[in-house]
Nanobody
Framework: QVQLVESGGGLVQPGGSLRLSCEAS????????MAWYRQAPGKERELVAR???????TYADSAKGRFTISRDNAKNTLYLQMNSLKPEDTAVYYC?????????WGQGTQVFVLR
């Protein structure tokens, strides 16, 4: 059974930082492209950042320069370091694993940035 379990969300002041984690089980973590998505109330889910098996990264324009995606294959864990947070970053953040025709999602972790 595949599980992606996010943690690290919470309430933060503008300009603050959070580090999200996603621990994977039931998959060979190192062979999947991993990504963070987010969904704000009333909006569609959007890609925040992606990291390939080789470590290449892609960021949404809104995340460039502020967020850093990384992975630790030995720990089966994906990370998202978020700095200089803004109220518009408020959303549920989802971990995603993709590859070999399969897509897996975590249950999400809420990030709320005060106004």
């Amino acid at each position: 059974q595949v599980q992606l379990v996010e943690s690290g969300g919470g309430l933060v002041q503008p300009g603050g930082s959070l580090r999200l984690s996603c621990e994977a089980s039931g998959i060979i973590f190192g062979i999947y492209t991993m990504a963070w998505y987010r969904q704000a109330p009333g909006k569609e889910r959007e890609l925040v950042a992606r990291i390939t098996t080789s470590g290449s990264t892609t960021y949404a324009d809104s995340a460039k320069g502020r967020f850093t995606i990384s992975r630790d294959n030995a720990k089966n864990t994906l990370y998202l370091q978020m700095n200089s947070l803004k109220p518009e970053d408020t959303a549920v953040y989802y971990c995603n694993a993709g590859g070999f025709g399969m897509i897996y999602w975590g249950q999400g972790t809420q990030v709320f940035v005060l106004r």
